[in-house]
């Protein structure tokens, strides 16, 4: 007899142009994918890829940095401390939840109410199946009662409130622990149950930013993070696209300072505040204008500020490109908001001229163009640092100049927001690569969830074109 054949386990290894072969002897071929799509673990490898890409093949003629929010989460931790102390005026004085906050503390706190809501409801569930599930047995009592003497009747005729079963326990809370679920169960979750399960995930690694890369990564999710917008900006945004799309002038017209305070307040508080169709859409914009105009930072963050004006400075080719790599460096919650605000400005220039419906009416447009939206945003979106009026007199031409560069940046976003937030292959292969020589099981689970979404999706936006590539940038490259 011969000897045996023995098939050797397929290996995990990558098989050039972009294809991995799975250790299940599947062949992966990476495509361009939305960065939301995109594990917690992976943007943030994505994030020192497009530093490295920046840093080699980019002249932007300035440092850049990966910008940070541990400075934000002591600069909030302090303002706690100082509430602490300030008890007795507790009833006046409270901590905002939204206006003026990091943006990573308004999703926190965003996160917080709306588990606590979710915990309530489940509360109410719970006591409402409770009492649904003791009817059956009070009415049998209550007939009981019915058939025996008068005098049972008329003693508790007398006490019409008390409760007919005053020894019964309290219901036992429902079981809502899920620590113990492997992080491949998470996809089989229905989609309320992932959000909580993400959300707790999440919470993790912000407590970490002084640890070291390696503990870091270990905390970081392999599925996508829930979109981290917060609940104003959404709120505003959606408000906005169903009632304010065909109004003249929306962002240039006044408002109401009385209501836009109200629901400033409301918000503030932490309130569930639901914008209806009586909200003026004047208040619902100055509302969004003001909430991004009271960021402590903007959007783009001063450290990238310089960046993102010198992308200005590149050849017409390569703008888009290197203005995307700058978009993957963002924290997740400041590249997340940014999508969001710029998929709802871009809705709004597309309304911007007049047209005819399909019944043949003339409909007037907006007249709000990409020009006049990043003019109106820019400044609020990307800047240094805020100025007094004084300030900006004293330097008027110098401010003129950035504020003219400030509005092409912005304007180019809006335009080209689509492909802006897509990843192409070469970014995900190297972010692959980074991860394989240390994790290569995690390169595997991966690649498997990539394969199920390429199933399932459509055909993404064209790449855009980055800085040109020199043969020595590639470390990375296989």
Not at 88 to 113: C, H, T, W
Not at 294 to 308: G, N
Not at 310 to 315: A, V
Not at 406 to 423: G, H
């Amino acid at each position: 007899m011969g000897d045996p054949v023995h098939r050797e386990k397929p290996q995990l290894h990558y098989a050039g142009d972009f294809t991995w072969n799975s250790m299940s002897g599947r062949s992966v071929r990476l495509r361009s994918v939305p960065i939301q799509s995109l594990s917690e673990l992976e943007r943030a490898r994505l994030q020192e890829v497009a530093f490295y890409q920046l840093q080699q093949d980019c002249d932007l003629s300035c440092p850049i940095t990966i910008p940070k929010d541990g400075q934000k989460r002591k600069k909030s931790l302090r303002k706690k401390l100082d509430s602490l102390g300030k008890e007795k005026n507790k009833d006046r004085e409270f901590i905002p939840q939204a206006f003026g906050m990091p943006l990573s503390q308004v999703i926190a706190n965003d996160r917080a109410y709306k588990l606590k809501q979710d915990s309530q409801r489940d509360e109410q569930k719970d006591a409402s199946d409770f009492v649904a599930s003791l009817l059956p047995f009070g009415n049998k009592r209550q007939n009981k009662e019915l058939s025996s003497s008068n005098s049972s009747l008329s003693s508790t005729s007398e006490t019409p409130n008390e409760s007919t079963s005053p020894n019964t326990p309290e219901p036992a809370p429902r079981a809502r622990r899920r620590g113990a679920m492997s992080v491949d169960s998470i996809t089989d979750l229905d989609d309320s149950q992932s959000r909580l399960l993400e959300a707790l995930q999440l919470s993790l690694p912000a407590e970490a930013h002084s640890k070291k890369e390696k503990a870091r990564d270990k905390k970081l999710s392999l599925n996508p993070i829930y979109r981290q917008v917060p609940r104003l900006v959404d709120s505003c945004c959606q408000h906005l696209e169903k009632h304010g799309l065909q109004t003249v002038g929306i962002f240039r017209v006044g408002s109401s300072k009385k209501r836009v305070r109200q629901l400033r307040e409301e918000f503030d508080r932490g309130v569930d505040v639901s914008l209806e169709e009586e909200h003026s859409v004047h208040d619902v914009a100055a509302l969004l204008k003001e909430f991004l105009r009271d960021m402590p930072d903007p959007l783009l963050t001063r450290e990238l500020y310089t960046a993102f004006i010198n992308t200005l400075l590149l050849e017409p080719e390569e703008q888009l490109g290197t203005l995307q790599l700058l978009i993957y460096l963002l924290p997740p919650c400041n590249c997340d908001t940014l999508h969001r605000l710029l998929q709802f400005l871009s809705m709004v220039a597309r309304h911007a001229n007049d047209n005819v419906s399909k019944d043949g009416q003339e409909v007037t447009g907006n007249k709000m163009t990409s020009l006049n939206l990043a003019t109106i945003f820019g400044p609020n979106l990307l800047h240094k640092q805020k100025s007094s009026d004084k300030e900006f007199s004293v330097q008027s031409s110098a401010r003129a100049e950035e504020s003219t560069a400030i509005i092409a940046v912005v304007q180019k976003m809006i335009e080209n927001y689509e492909a802006l937030f897509m990843v192409p292959p070469d970014l995900q292969n190297e972010v692959l690569i980074s991860l394989l020589e240390t994790d290569p099981d995690v390169v595997d689970y991966l690649l498997r969830r990539k394969a199920s979404q390429s199933s399932t999706s459509s055909v993404p936006p064209a790449a855009v074109q980055a800085c040109p590539q020199s043969p020595a940038s590639g470390v990375l490259t296989p």
